[in-house]
């Protein structure tokens, strides 16, 4: 069996252009992991983060100070196992699965955890399986969990058109909730076509200046100031901070409990978790179609560094695929 494949590496920090198709080592499975043979990947924010080592707290935290820890990035994956080592129960060789690995997607094969993956729905295609991982498991906690999100309640997404943001108008609708969605004027026939009750084009109409006032704001864009932001909270409400804005994580973390509490207004700040059942659940939604994946571009192995270019542009709608087999 051939120990090379091709994978998309990236050696030093930098933008894509310093991501390279190469031939590597193919990676074996420790005793408590498995080997994928990918079939898709997705670029998310979080892979053009650590490509660049930036914000500099990456280095510091996980990503490596001079130069990255780990040379292939891709969280995202769907695929078949290929392998399993001694101690893995989960999986067996054949079964298709879906996931978010962490790093090592950008490739055509990769190891993770078992703990990372969940089987694939037979009726999902790995296209759509594999533009689910990072996205739909932030959608859906930021919802349900971090937001607490009822039946009723007025929700808006701010960033209704981006990778998580149309996962996020679906499963808000899947709750119950009263949507709306913010986002350019290109976007609002999308957006509304997700299902959203309302769409606002930030580029014609202020969310914070209107009279309407919501129980739960899940925030993707981040490029709105925390007074901005409290203005458009109902008394009792939480702001669900998603988006990688530096100032309001620094404002939130540090002072969030002293700008929100006082008023009955609250502010959460999390990082997705990748958890099995998570996983499950979102393959369960998009089996039974309550849930799509929204691809607004597809690109082959060699060509996502084009894919990486284009997603930090921050004009994608939804996600940006790479098909690897």
């Not at 930021?142 to 996020?168: E, F, H, M």
């Not at 700008?259 to 609250?266: D, R, W």
């Not at 597809?298 to 270019?309: F, H, N, Q």
């Amino acid at each position: 069996m051939n120990d090379k494949m091709q994978a998309i590496t990236s050696r030093t920090y930098g933008g894509p252009e310093v991501m390279k198709l190469e031939q590597v080592e193919r990676p074996e499975p420790r005793l408590n992991q498995v080997l994928v043979k990918v079939a898709a990947t997705s670029i998310n924010p979080y892979d053009w983060h650590f490509l660049r080592g930036s914000p500099f707290l990456i280095r510091l935290a996980e990503s490596g100070l001079f130069a990255p820890k780990n040379i292939v990035l891709g969280a995202d994956v769907s695929g078949t196992i290929e392998a399993v080592g001694k101690n893995v129960t989960a999986f067996k060789p054949g079964d298709e699965v879906f996931g978010d690995i962490g790093v090592g997607g950008f490739a055509q094969y990769a190891v993770c955890a078992p703990n990372r993956l969940s089987l694939k729905p037979q009726n999902v295609s790995f296209a759509d399986a594999g533009v689910v991982g990072i996205a739909g498991l932030t959608a859906l906690q930021a919802l349900r969990d971090w937001g607490q999100v009822k039946p009723g309640q007025k929700v808006l997404i701010n960033g209704a058109s981006g990778g998580v943001g149309t996962y996020a108008v679906q499963i808000a609708k899947q709750l119950g909730a009263e949507v709306t969605g913010a986002c350019s004027t290109a976007n609002v026939e999308l957006v509304r076509s997700l299902g959203a009750d309302h769409v606002i084009d930030y580029k014609k109409t202020d969310f914070t200046q209107e009279p309407t006032k919501y129980d739960v704001i899940i925030d993707l864009a981040a490029n709105r100031s925390i007074g901005d932001i409290k203005r458009a909270m109902l008394p009792k409400s939480v702001w669900v901070l998603v988006g990688l804005n530096i100032k309001n994580m620094l404002m939130v973390g540090l002072f969030g409990r002293w700008l929100f509490t006082e008023s009955g207004k609250n502010a959460v700040l999390k990082i997705a978790e990748v958890l099995p059942e998570d996983l499950k659940t979102l393959g369960n939604m998009l089996a039974e179609g309550d849930v799509r994946p929204v691809i607004d571009r597809s690109y082959a192995l060699k060509d996502t560094p084009i894919g990486v270019e284009y997603v930090e542009t921050m004009r994608a709608k939804g996600k940006v695929a790479i098909t690897v087999a």
